[in-house]
């Protein structure tokens, strides 16, 4: 195995655009390409065996709103696609994996109705990723806009034991700030999960 079975970078979409949020904030925005597909063609020129797909839009609204994009990325990258963004229903997961992703990365109905994401997960077992968005040290849902009352671990441990791929931690504050991840708080759920 090379480190490209590792690495899986992430594409963020905002109307159609490929693009970076400054610490989760919507109105620091910067856009990286004005076609996520090429983005997606390049990074599997570099040789890696998977792609993140963020819908910032359906983050924010609650629904997925770039999947036909992501659908492009499907049928003219060729490589396996994991999705985020707007999956509060499981009719909206059944729809992207109807159109072709690999895996679905889901947060905000985690935390708002574990019954329906339960669903999910006993219909679409180790194809579901738990999202888990910190902001100043507690889970951050709807597109970062709610702060909630769990910490990342205690929001993790709920799920833990369930048949799911894993978690994907991001700590907001420093996403698309450039200063790397937070190791820390990426250790601290390492070493008290399963996952």
Do not use: C
């Amino acid at each position: 195995m090379s480190l490209k079975d590792f690495i899986i970078p992430a594409i963020d979409i905002k109307e159609g655009k490929a693009v970076r949020l400054y610490k989760g904030e919507f109105d620091k925005v910067k856009v990286y390409d004005n076609d996520p597909v090429d983005v997606a063609k390049r990074f599997k020129d570099y040789g890696v065996k998977h792609i993140h797909v963020v819908d910032l839009d359906g983050a924010l609204e609650g629904k997925p709103k770039n999947y036909k994009i992501v659908e492009k990325i499907i049928k003219y990258v060729d490589l396996p696609v994991e999705f985020g963004g707007g999956l509060r229903s499981f009719d909206a997961v059944k729809t992207m994996f109807e159109i072709g992703v690999d895996r679905v990365v889901i947060g905000s109905l985690a935390y708002e109705n574990p019954d329906e994401f339960l669903k999910i997960v006993q219909e679409y077992k180790n194809k579901v990723i738990v999202g888990i968005d910190a902001k100043d040290g507690k889970v951050a849902i709807k597109g970062w806009i709610e702060k909630t009352d769990y910490t990342p671990l205690e929001f993790a441990k709920r799920y833990d034991d369930l048949d799911i791929f894993g978690f994907l931690y991001t700590d907001v504050n420093r996403d698309g700030a450039m200063v790397g991840p937070n190791i820390e708080g990426t250790k601290k759920l390492a070493e008290n999960l399963k996952h």
